[in-house]
């Protein structure tokens, strides 16, 4: 069983950065970032795979950077020039092997999620 705790999460201004966080308790080769809009369907934001292969979802491409540090634990997600739309609760998740990082489906360990507000 994994367990994953993120942090970071605020209320910024449009073109503002925060920088989420994501501790596990043990690794898995693959790790992603997603999130949840009000009244919308959880959607893939970027992935990171073993060999640090990155996927990102069109509407962050440029804007938001995925790391992840072995010797920490903790997975990152560095996210620059924030716009409204990009408001929602993120969740960072994780399993040994998926097909597409960026499909939920695709994931069995999962955090609580943290805020994310951007107001214009």
């Known amino acids: 069983q994994v367990q994953l705790v993120e942090s970071g999460g605020g209320s910024v201004q449009a073109g503002e950065s925060l920088r989420l966080s994501c501790v596990f308790s043990?690794?898995?080769?693959?790790m992603g970032w997603f999130r949840q809009g009000p009244g919308k369907k959880r959607e893939g934001v970027a992935a990171i795979d073993s060999d640090g292969t990155t996927s990102y979802a069109d509407s962050v491409k440029g804007r938001f950077t995925i790391s992840k540090d072995n010797a920490k634990n903790t997975l990152y997600l560095q996210m620059n020039s924030l716009k409204p739309e990009d408001t929602a609760m993120y969740y960072c998740a994780a399993d040994l092997w998926v097909d597409d990082g960026l499909v939920p489906a695709e994931y069995n360990y999962w955090g609580q999620g943290t805020q994310v507000t951007v107001s214009s």
């Open positions: 043990d690794s898995r080769d693959c």
